[in-house]
């Protein structure tokens, strides 16, 4: 499966040092969302296998963005890497399927946010009452339930909701044999303008 990861120049030139690359959660910016990482890892273990020793939490990568499997535009995710100017690199990386996870990114982000899964406005608001409804035990379980719908991959598009568009993959380490090809860019500086939907290839 090729995918496509960013990551700080720091760590592809860990890669060429040690060989490999492992997530380390204590330097990640997502620390208060723990519950929801190691929900993640725990359904990571049931779908693709345990993680090698000393891995606990994966690797992120993009499987297709805008529904296309296809290399990421700099152009673009220079603007999601804050606003410092700083150097990453763009890899471009395979990675035998049955050691990928693959969810939708959008989804994720609800998840993130410690939201229920929904389609449509109507459902949201029943999951919500029902959810509501039921004791804290019972509401980990129905919320933990619910979130297994991010690796639903089927695309829709409606007022509510858009999923299966940009689907994100999540593996347990990156090695540097499995690294096909490497673009470096900034993010973005502070002086700089985003980029418009004509600068954005679609």
Known sequence: MILWTCQEEAVYQQLLKTGFYR?????????DCREQYDWLVRQ???RIGPPPDEVTYPVWAFYQQDGKHRKLDLRRERWAFGCNGARFACLEIE?????????DFDYWCIILNNG???????EDRCLETQYE??????KRRMKEKNWERVFDLSPLDN????????IQATFWELRLEQVRDVRFF??????????SDTDITK
């Not at 409804?133 to 019972?138: C, K, R, T, Y």
């Not at 900034?186 to 980029?195: E, L, N, T």
């Open 23 to 31: 997530c380390d959660f204590n330097l990640s910016l997502m620390k």
């Open 44 to 46: 990571m273990k049931q």
């Open 95 to 103: 990675i035998p399927d049955r050691d990928v996870l693959l969810s």
């Open 116 to 122: 229920l899964l929904s389609d449509t406005e109507h």
């Open 133 to 138: 409804a039921l004791s804290p035990s019972e």
């Open 159 to 166: 007022e509510w909701m858009r999923k299966g568009y940009d």
């Open 186 to 195: 900034h993010a973005a500086a502070k002086f700089d303008s985003p980029p």
